[in-house]
């Protein structure tokens, strides 16, 4: 069975930083790019970014939203993906999922979901 | 970047009743795109992948058909269970983007 869980979310002060982890099982990891979604209470989703696997150069890429605070990062050898928010603003202040595709699959986009870390910046 | 427009935002329906959701592109997706419901408080669930694929363990009332810009999810014979948020996905090209929700009240 294919699991994913996020954590690392906190409440935290405006300006500060956070590193969350998103920790899957049931899958060869190296083969997913992964994608981390936000929503913000009461809002709709907002893909945040997303990783490449390493075959595929293992690059990041970012909504225009966040570019420039957020990284995305994976570490192959523990099935983890990485979302670290830099200056954290209110704005941020959301429940961040992650999901991935198999690579190799383009189609099969979002199959499964972790139930999210909740990020509150105040 | 593409933008993702559907309609209606929110809709009342019945139990047994048959609706359809319509999500259109501002530029073309071929067939890349996806159907999610939400329901309060829980992570978004997959109906439905490339426009008219029906995701494994989703009941046959929910489908999906479209290509290029206009897409439509249809739900037959609704159930009360169906309440929730739907959201339409596109990842034809980066930055994925999301429709803003379609609220369906029961």
């Known amino acids: 069975e294919v699991q994913v869980l996020e954590s690392g979310g906190d409440l935290v002060q405006p300006g500060r930083s956070l590193r969350l982890s998103c920790a899957t099982s049931?899958?060869?990891?190296?083969?997913?790019?992964m994608s981390w979604v936000r929503q913000a209470p009461g809002r709709g989703l907002e893909w945040v970014g997303l990783i490449r696997t390493k075959g595929h150069g293992g690059s990041a890429d970012y909504a225009a939203s966040v570019k420039g605070r957020f990284i995305i990062s994976r570490d192959d050898s523990k099935s983890v993906a990485f979302l670290e928010v830099i200056s954290l603003t209110p704005e941020d202040t959301a429940v961040y999922f992650c999901?991935?595709?198999?690579?190799?699959?383009?189609?099969?986009?979002?199959?499964?979901w972790g139930r999210g870390t909740t990020v509150t910046v105040s | 970047d593409i933008q993702m427009t559907q309609s209606p935002s929110v809709m009342s329906a019945s139990v047994g009743d048959t609706l359809n959701i319509t999500c259109r592109a501002s530029q073309g997706v071929y067939n890349y795109l996806a159907w999610f419901q939400q329901k309060p408080g829980k992570a978004p669930k997959r109906l439905i992948y490339t426009a008219s694929g029906l995701h494994p363990g989703v009941p046959s009332r929910f489908s999906g058909r479209g290509f290029g810009t206009d897409f439509t999810l249809t739900i037959t014979s609704l159930q009360a269970e169906d309440l929730g948020i739907y959201y339409c996905l596109q990842h034809h090209q980066l930055p994925y983007s999301f429709g803003q929700g379609t609220k369906l009240e029961i």
């Open positions: 999901s991935g595709r198999p690579a190799a699959v383009h189609y099969d986009i979002f199959a499964v």
């Open positions: 049931g899958i060869r990891f190296e083969d997913y790019e």
